[in-house]
Structure formats: structure tokens, C-alpha cells
């Protein structure tokens, strides 16, 4: 589903240049639950990004479902990541004065969806926060912030969930739902890729690709 | 249906925060509210104005001195203090076909004494064809007459703030009031009718025949040796015989004044509309001067809402960063903020045209010496203001709207 062919990033910094990504070459196929982990400068979330169609690659090629969308319009790639991808940020990013409901149609309203409060309704099901659709993220726990994210990200049924450190502002316990939730969601058909830097999280992935400097320094299936 | 959507999302962002968003419309408030007051305020003065000349006459022309040698209106204006014009002048006027009444009329100010008491009035001395040329009717009394003019009667007419200065409740015809020293009597009082488009009030005015007013109070002589008259005003029958009646006096008056063919009138014949045209290019340019004022404040309005704008897409830089990386494309962002903007401006223009409207109808109610201006708010005006509020609200929100539509969204996620 996913061909990066030698990506690379280079960030222009005044007159310095600053490679990020140094010619990244893998592929993902549909289904898979893959960890993408690094330390804090690899080019994981630069990856990550590349990925979910947030930003392009200065060079190299990327083929998601057999098309090249590696030079795709700023409209398009808003359009893809409406429609194909669902993400989900350390910080929630939540809006704090809407709904959690509110919340979660919110990519609907970009895609001009019909039953946006329906699909939103199931969404929520689908992570067990339906009672609390209602209530406002300052109302709600961390851990409940983040299924609200999930839920968000799954409202139009994209083809892959990106979650980038879904899990660095919660506690153990928490941690422990999300993680279950993404793989059950795996196991549901839908592709994960999970950006992290803890090994025990990777640990629970079928595959980890290791970043190191902006490279692929190991690529290893998760027994 | 996205833009009802967009529109829920704009109305809830400006009720998140009520102060400010009051705070910003204040300007907008003022700004759309002061030009439509003046503006309203100046159309009614302007109203007034063509109101009371198509009461008194679209066919009454002015016959005044003027001096040939200062160049237009300079002319009517030194050629006052010439006295050219006599009553043998107004006589042969009168005589013109069409001319259904000839007033002259000679001005000063005099103080009236009667017993203990006295005021001051603007004192006309003119003939019976003035009740008849400038509509008056009489409170009490009678008006003067052809028999008070041909004997040169010491008789007086006052206007009914004259009456209540002088006389309080009391019936004043028949009384005796002191003039310039002379003992003139009481014959009318006239109905109380406000300021006239002259600059006086009618109130405060009194009428005496111009034959007692010439050889009584204030004696003036032509050059010939007769007595002067300042003005003549002339009625017709009918506004379309102007041109020719003008120039039937132009003629007349050349011919007693034995003007040469080659040299000019030593007097102007002028319409009242002419005489009003400078009423009303002033009344227009203190409209356009009122205006613009309020247009200034407009402006300051809009600087307000884009200065807010931007504060709100600053402090928003995460919640664009999302949207855009849930899906909103550029013209989404853009869209959002713009409405936004537009909604604080539509709903300022609103609240002001409302105060406008209510500080209009205020206006109106005021009493003005007898009369008020009628400053109404046109639906034309409305339409005007409900445009101009959202036009600017669209054009100061479109920077703030543009740089938002423009953010990063994987930098606006990483902000604050």
C-alpha cells in the first residue's frame, strides 16, 4: 500500500541545510502494525509525516495505492489526508470548547458528509466512549481525550491510523487501553503505523523499523 | 451545507469570548452609527430646505440692487447698500402680465417699548401682497392694508413672540408700542410659524407699511431722490413663466433705469431657486463633511476587527494546524476567518443603524423654535450600511484570514 522509494528531507535553515530524512527506501502493506522508533532527531515523525501526506519530501518517490503522490497539490494532499489517513498527536489536539461528538465529526465537515452525528456516534462506539459524547475534553480523562482522538481519526474510515507518541502524556494504565485499541483495530483491517521512542511499545507491533540520523538502521519483524 | 457549518463554527468562536467580541463591534457600533446619523440628519436639513421652497414658490422671483462693476454674487452684496430700486419700480412690476403680487420689502432691526416692557425684532416694512406672497394667517387682528400704505399709517403687525414679550396673554391689537421713538399701534398678531429659510423667525418679526417704515423710521433715497426700496419680490402665476417674466422685468427695469444696451444691470432678478442653490450646496457639503467624518470612524472600526483577527489566528495556530491535518484545505481556513470577521462587522453596522434609527427618530422630536428636522432613515441608507459593514468586515479580515489560510500545519501543531 505504501512505496517510499529514497525519500529525503532537507530543512534550509537560513543558509544552513539540515537533512532530516537521508534516503528512506520500505514499504508498508494493508494490515500490517508497524512501529516506527528512534531517539528524539532520528526522523521519525518527519517520516511519519511524509507518510500521512502533512508534508512532502524535498526528493524520491512515494507511491501510496499505486499512485505517485509525492509532488500532489496542497489540495489534494488535504483531500487524501481527509479521506485516506486518521491521526492521532500526543497532545489529543482536541477542540476544547466543542463536544466530544463535535470533536469527532470534525473531519466530516471538510469532506461535506451526510449522518456526520451518526458515523460520529458509531466512531465513539467503537472506542466505548458513546455515553460520553456529550461532554467537553476538559470533562474527561487523558486516556478519554486520546479514544476521543482515536475515534476522530477513524470517522472516515481511512485506509491507515498514524500516531505519533499516542501515548507520551498518559499513565501506565491508560497506556495499556490505547495500546489495546489500536490493535484491535488492527485486527479489524485497518493499517497502524505508531511513532515512538519506548521499546516496550514497539514491543507490541508486528514489525519495527528503527531511525537513526534520517536512515533505516534495522527493520525486524516482531515475534 | 459546509457553509452553514462554517457558519455555526464562526458564531460560536465570537460567543466564546463576548467581551471581546463586544468590545471589537464597539467600533464598528460607532462608526456605522455616527455616518448614518449624520448623514440622516444632514438629508433631513436638505429636505427641509427644498421643502419649505417648493411651499413658498417655485414661481417667486427676488428683484434686488446689485453693482454692475463687482463681479457676481459680489455683486448682490455691495449692490445692497446701493438703493436704485424704487416704488414706482415696484408699481410697474406689478403691472406685468403673470405677476400675481409684488412685494418690496425694506429690513432693519429695531427694540420695541411697550410699558414697562421691550424686545428686540427684525422689523419689515413692505405692503398687503407680503400675507399673501409668504402665506401668513393672523392670530388675532388684521394684516396691513392698501388704505394703512397710502396714508402712511403708523400701524404694525407682530409676530406672536413679539406679542408674548411684550403684551404676555393679553389681546395686543389696538395697543400702543414704542418704535424708534414714534408711537405705532397694534393691528394683528400673526400665528406662530418658526424659523424661515431667511435665517429669522417669523416669530420674532414685525410688519409696517413701507410708506410709515420709509418716512417714519428709516429714510433711504435713490440717487434720483425717491425713496429706496431694498427688494421686490415677485409672484407668478406659475413656475414656467419665470424665464419670461425675467426677462419682461430685465427689460422694464433697463429702461426706467436708462441703462445702456452695452452696459450692465444695476440690479439682479433672481428665483428663489437660485438663492436657495447656496443654501443647498452648504447644507450638501457640511452632509459630505458630517459623512466623512463618520467615515473615519468607520475605519478606526475596521482596524479594531483586523487587529482582533489576527490576535485570533495567533492564538488559534494550533486548532488550524489540526483542522489542516484533518482535511481543511486552504479556502476552508480562509473561508472560517473571513466569516468570522464579517459576522463582528455585520452585527456592529446592525447595532449601530439600530441607535442611528433611535437617535434619528430623537432628532426629529426636537423643537427647534416651531419646527424640527425630519431626519428619517432611508431604506436606501440600510441597504448602504448593511453593505459597507460586511464589505469591510470581508476586506479587514481577509490579511488575518490569508495567514492562516497559509500556516504551516506541521508547524502551527508544534506552536505554543
Partial sequence: MIELENITKIYRMGKVDVPALRGITLS?????????????????????????????????????????VSRLNDNKLAEMRNKKFGFVFQEYNLLSRASALANVELPLVYSSSRNSHKRAMEALERVGLAERAKHKPTELSGGEQQRVAIARALVNNPAIILADEPTGNLDSAST???????????????????????????????RTIRLYDGKVVSDEKVA | MKFIEFFSIAIRSLLAN??????????MIIGVGAVIVLMSVGAGLQNMITSTFEELGTNLLMVQPA???????????????????????????GRIRSVTGVVPTNENFVKLIAGNEETT????????????????????????????????????????????DLFGSDDPVGQRVKIKGKRFTVIGVMEPRGISMFGFSWDELVVTPITAYQARLFSQKTPSGEDAVQQIAVQLSSAEVIDEVTEEIETLLRKR????????????????????GTFETITLALTLFLGMIGAISLLVGSIGIMNIMLVSVTERTREIGLRKAIGAKRRDILLQFLLE?????????????????????????????????????????VIVAVSVSVFIGLASGMYPAMRAARLNPIDALRYG
Fill in chain 1, 28 to 68: 508498508i502493506n494493508q494490515g500490517e502494525m508497524v512501529a516506527l522508533i528512534g531517539v528524539s532527531g532520528s526522523g521519525k515523525s518527519t517520516l511519519m509525516h511524509i507518510i500521512g501526506c502533512l508534508d512532502k519530501s524535498t526528493s524520491g518517490r512515494y507511491i501510496f495505492d499505486g499512485a505517485d
Fill in chain 1, 176 to 206: 495499556a487501553e490505547i495500546i489495546s485499541i489500536f490493535r484491535q483495530l488492527n485486527r479489524d483491517g485497518i493499517t497502524v503505523v505508531i511513532v515512538t521512542h519506548e521499546a516496550d511499545i514497539a514491543a507490541q507491533t508486528q
Fill in chain 2, 18 to 27: 463576548k467581551l471581546r467580541s463586544a468590545l471589537t463591534m464597539l467600533g
Fill in chain 2, 67 to 93: 453693482n454692475p462693476e463687482a463681479p457676481g454674487i459680489m455683486g448682490m452684496m455691495y449692490g445692497a447698500f446701493t438703493a436704485n430700486l424704487n416704488m414706482d419700480d415696484t408699481e410697474a412690476i
Fill in chain 2, 121 to 164: 425684532a427684525v422689523i419689515h416694512g413692505s405692503n398687503p401682497d407680503y400675507q399673501k406672497v409668504y402665506g401668513f394667517t393672523m392670530a388675532s387682528g388684521q394684516f396691513i392694508a392698501e388704505v394703512n400704505l397710502a396714508r402712511r399709517d403708523m400701524v404694525v403687525v407682530v409676530g406672536s413672540k413679539v406679542a408674548e
Fill in chain 2, 257 to 276: 433705469h436708462r441703462i445702456d444696451a452695452d452696459e450692465d444691470d444695476d440690479f439682479a432678478v433672481l428665483s428663489l431657486e437660485q438663492m436657495l
Fill in chain 2, 341 to 381: 470577521a464579517a459576522m463582528l462587522s455585520l452585527v456592529g453596522g446592525a447595532i449601530g443603524l439600530t441607535f442611528a434609527w433611535v437617535a434619528a427618530w430623537g432628532v426629529s422630536q426636537i423643537d427647534l423654535g416651531g419646527f424640527s428636522i425630519n431626519a428619517t432613515v432611508s431604506p436606501l441608507i
